[in-house]
Every structure is written in C-alpha cells, then in structure tokens.
Nanobody
Framework: QVHLVESGGGLVQAGGSLRLSCEAS????????MAWFRQAPGKEREFVAA????????DIADSAKGRFSISRENAKNTVYLQMNSLKPEDTAAYYC????????????WGQGTQVTVSS
C-alpha cells in the first residue's frame, strides 16, 4: 500500500501563487507515476499534472501549462505542484495520486487539500 498526504492549500487572490506538497510512503515508490488531480464542487475530477520518480518526466494539463509545474524531491519522497498566476477557476480540492501503466491507472490517493482563489 502507498500512503499519500497533501498539504499547502489555502486561500489566495487571483494572480497569486501556492505550492502544494505530497508526501508519499510505502514500498516500491520508484515504479509509480505521481500525479495531481483536482475536483471543484459539482464538477468531475480533472487531471492537472504528473511526474515519474525515476526520470522526472512530466506531463501538464492544457489548463495548467505555462502556470503550473510539477517536481519531485526523491530523498524526501515528496512531489510538489507549483501553481502561479492562479485564477478563480483553479479553485478546487487538489488530490495527489500514485499509479502505473500506460496509460496510468491511479490506485492510491491522498485526502486532498483545498485551494481557493478569490477574484
């Protein structure tokens, strides 16, 4: 089993920045793709970004390109989501996930951290 804990959410004004953290624990983490998803009230879960532990290869959703970046610090088993130029439409609960496969199947999820962007 993989355990994921997100942190770093909060209230920020439009145009501001936040950095979310996901601390991972468990066995065989290096084989997993790590990702961030978000879900706003009344909307479906949406992919935001993903990264591999081993090579650091990244994938960013179109809605986040140019504003968000994903990174990892392997020694701390931590994945980050740096969010800049935040917009009110970025308001959502953000979840960290771990998965594998092509395309990845995400089997492990954190509890979520709330991001609220005011206008």
């Amino acid at each position: 089993q993989v355990h994921l804990v997100e942190s770093g959410g909060g209230l920020v004004q439009a145009g501001g920045s936040l950095r979310l953290s996901c601390e991972a624990s468990g066995r065989g983490l290096v084989r997993y793709i790590m990702a961030w998803f978000r879900q706003a009230p009344g909307k479906e879960r949406e992919f935001v970004a993903a990264i591999t532990w081993s090579g650091g290869s990244t994938d960013i959703a179109d809605s986040a390109k140019g504003r968000f970046s994903i990174s990892r610090e392997n020694a701390k088993n931590t994945v980050y989501l740096q969010m800049n130029s935040l917009k009110p439409e970025d308001t959502a609960a953000y979840y960290c996930a771990a998965g594998a496969g092509i395309p990845p199947k995400y089997d492990y999820w954190g509890q979520g951290t709330q991001v609220t962007v005011s206008s």
